[in-house]
Nanobody, 125 residues
């Protein structure tokens, strides 16, 4: 089992910044790729940003949705099993519930994918 605890959401004015965090804990042998997704009301969940396995040939390579390129930055702290999403120049269309997603290997074997509980981000004046 793994627990993902998200924090950092809230209400911010357009042009403002927020930093989301997602800490993983549990029977984890290895954290592989990590990412952030979001879901706005009436819309499907979409991938916002991902960061690859630190031990892979393309270690820490990142992907961003076109809508957030240049404004959001994903990073990870492997020692803390934590992924971050720094969000700058926020727009009202960034309003959504943000979910972290972690691909991990269990200490007892097996590869899994888990979701955080979600944190609300609201961009409004």
């Amino acid at each position: 089992q793994v627990q993902l605890v998200e924090s950092g959401g809230g209400l911010v004015q357009p042009g403002g910044s927020l930093r989301l965090s997602c800490a993983a804990s549990g029977s984890i042998a290895r954290i592989n790729a990590m990412g952030w997704y979001r879901q706005a009301p009436g819309k499907e969940r979409e991938c916002v940003a991902t960061i690859s396995d630190a031990g892979s040939p393309d270690a820490d390579s990142t992907y961003y949705a076109d809508s957030v390129k240049g404004r959001f930055t994903i990073s990870r702290d492997n020692a803390k099993n934590t992924v971050y999403l720094q969000m700058n120049s926020l727009k009202p269309e960034d309003t959504a519930v943000y979910y972290c997603n972690v691909k991990w290997r269990a200490t007892m074997g097996g590869d899994f994918r888990s979701w955080g509980q979600g944190t609300q981000v609201t961009v409004s004046s």
